[in-house]
C-alpha cells in the first residue's frame, strides 16, 4: 500500500531532515512510527501527505506517487495531525459537510456522514458547537474528518496527546477497529500506545531508519542484553555464591521478589558473553531449582532508549 524509497530531504544544503530513508508497509498493517524529537518523523508524515517535496526518492501510495499525481494521492489519504484541525464555531454537521465538499467525495453525503460519525461516535454531539466540545470529542471530530472519503491510508499524529485515560483507550480501540479495514501510520511519543496497538515499529533517528520490526521482534535488534532475573530455589547467600563464580557474570544482586519459595535474583554478565548456560549448570550441579528466568530490559522503553543511544554514538562517530 505504501512504498517509501531512498528518501532524502536536505534543509540549507547540508542539514539532513531525512537521510536515504526505505520502508513498505502492507493494506491492513497498523504501523508506528518512533523517534525522538527531531528524529524525522514529521518530515516523513508531511512528504507521505504531500506536504512536503522531497530533495530525492519517492513515496508511492496504492501505486500512486504523491509527488507526480498529488491529488490522486491524496484521495487516499487521511490525517490527523497533531492539533486537529477543526473550526470551533461550526457544529460537528456542519464541519463534516464542509470537509465532505472540500475533498470533492462522491459518496451520497448524508449517508456517508453519518457512518463516518457513528464509527468514531460523535452521533450524540452532532448539532454542537465545536467550541463546546470536550477535547476527547475534538480529537474524535478530528479523526472524523480524516475518514471522510473511505480513505485507504489513515495517518494519526500523536492522536491521544492530552486526553484523559478513559478517552486514551477509547481512541486505541478506535484505532484497532480502523485497522481491520484501513492502513494505520501511528506517530506517538506514548511507547505504550504503540506496544498495545501496531504491528509493526519503525524507529527514525538523525533521518534514518535504525529499527524496522514487527513489535515481537524488536528485542532481538539488541544484541548486548546482559541483565537477567531468576527465581531459584535455595540458601540465599550460596546461591549468590554460586551464581558470581560462574564465568562472565559481573554481579548478582538479590531482589526484593519472591516467586513462591524462590527468592529473585538480578544477574548481570559481561558485554558479549550469554551467562545462562553457566548460571544453568552451577544451579544443576548445586540442587538450586531455577522456577523462572526473565530477559531484563526487553520492554519497548529500554529498547527504544537503547536503540537511539546506540544511533547516537554511531552518528556522532561518522
Known sequence: MIQVEHLVKRYGGTAFALDDVSFEIGEGEIVGLLGPNGAGKSTAMNILTGYLSTTSGRAVIGGVDILENPLAAKKMIGYLPEQPPVYPDMTVTEYLRFVYELKGCSFPRDRHLAD?????????????LIRNLSK????RVGIAQALIGDPKVIIFDEPTVGLDPKQ??????????????HTVILSTHILAEVQSVCERIIIINHGRIIA?????DLARVIEDNTHFRYAI??????????LRGVQGVKSVTPMNEREGDAACYLVEGARGTDVRRGVFRVCSERNFPILSITTV???LESIFIRLVDRSDK???SR
Open 314 to 316: 554511531e552518528t556522532k
Open 233 to 242: 530455589v535455595g540458601d540465599k547467600t550460596a546461591v549468590v555464591a554460586g
Open 212 to 216: 524496522n520490526e514487527r513489535a515481537e
Open 136 to 139: 476527547g470529542y475534538r480529537q
Open 297 to 299: 530490559g526487553d520492554d
Open 168 to 181: 486514551i483507550l477509547e481512541i486505541r480501540n478506535l484505532i484497532r477497529k480502523l485497522g481491520k479495514a
Open 116 to 128: 463516518v460519525m457513528a464509527a468514531v461516535k460523535i452521533t450524540d454531539v452532532s448539532q454542537r
